[in-house]
């Protein structure tokens, strides 16, 4: 179902987005704006002290079309800013969210270093999943990464909500990603809340 090539390079995505230096953010996530995709209908949550990279900005950065949105924390981590990308995935045939998420992480199991720290189940948009925490170093040039990963299906796509941090973060930016990825919500139609 899903080529592992194709889905290692999905982690590469985040990493083009990430550069900088600063602190680390508050401790209690909470929405402070939606971001809303209208070609993917997907609606993302934003913090406060994140920011939604629109999909005009991320095509000039070079990032592939499969990446429906992104965020960016406004204030960097051990010299990167921790991103969160959407990416979607036409597939050759409908498949549950659970079935997805198992192949998603198998996926990048094969990843140049990675490492399991955990993978927990996770509510995502109504579906039992699983949050698959990582460490890998996808480009041998770069240091090691931490990934949040979470991935569901609707009809015949799939999507991996994925984050990326230095190996060592903090817990309040750790729940901040969780929130981030665990309030992701697909095939919605715009709302009057939502924010672009």
């Known amino acids: 179902m899903i080529a592992?090539?194709?889905?290692?390079?999905?982690?590469?995505?985040?990493?083009?987005?990430l550069f900088g230096c600063g602190s680390t953010p508050s401790d209690s996530p909470s929405c402070d704006r939606e971001y809303y995709d209208d070609v993917e209908k997907v609606v993302i949550c934003v913090p406060s002290g994140w920011a939604a990279i629109d999909r005009e900005t991320l095509?000039?950065?070079?990032?592939?079309?499969?990446?429906?949105?992104?965020?960016?924390?406004?204030?960097?981590?051990?010299?990167?800013?921790?991103?969160?990308?959407v990416t979607r995935e036409l597939l050759s045939q409908p498949t549950t969210p659970e079935a997805y998420s198992d192949a998603s992480i198998r996926s990048?199991?094969?990843?140049?270093?990675?490492?399991?720290?955990?993978?927990?189940?996770?509510?995502?948009?109504?579906?039992?999943?699983?949050?698959?925490?990582?460490?890998?170093?996808?480009?041998?040039?770069?240091p090691a990464r931490r990934f949040y990963q979470v991935s569901t299906a609707l009809k015949d796509r799939g999507y991996s909500v994925t984050a990326t941090t230095p190996v060592s973060i903090e817990d309040a930016l750790e729940k901040q990603i969780t929130f981030i990825l665990g309030n992701a919500r697909f095939g919605i139609l715009k709302t009057a809340d939502s924010a672009e």
């Open 4 to 17: 592992p090539m194709r889905r290692s390079w999905l982690f590469l995505l985040p990493l083009l987005v």
């Open 59 to 85: 095509r000039q950065r070079g990032v592939p079309d499969d990446t429906v949105a992104a965020l960016q924390a406004e204030e960097a981590v051990s010299g990167h800013f921790p991103t969160v990308t």
């Open 108 to 142: 990048v199991s094969v990843l140049p270093g990675y490492t399991l720290i955990e993978s927990p189940a996770m509510r995502l948009d109504g579906a039992d999943v699983r949050l698959h925490v990582f460490t890998a170093q996808p480009i041998p040039d770069e």
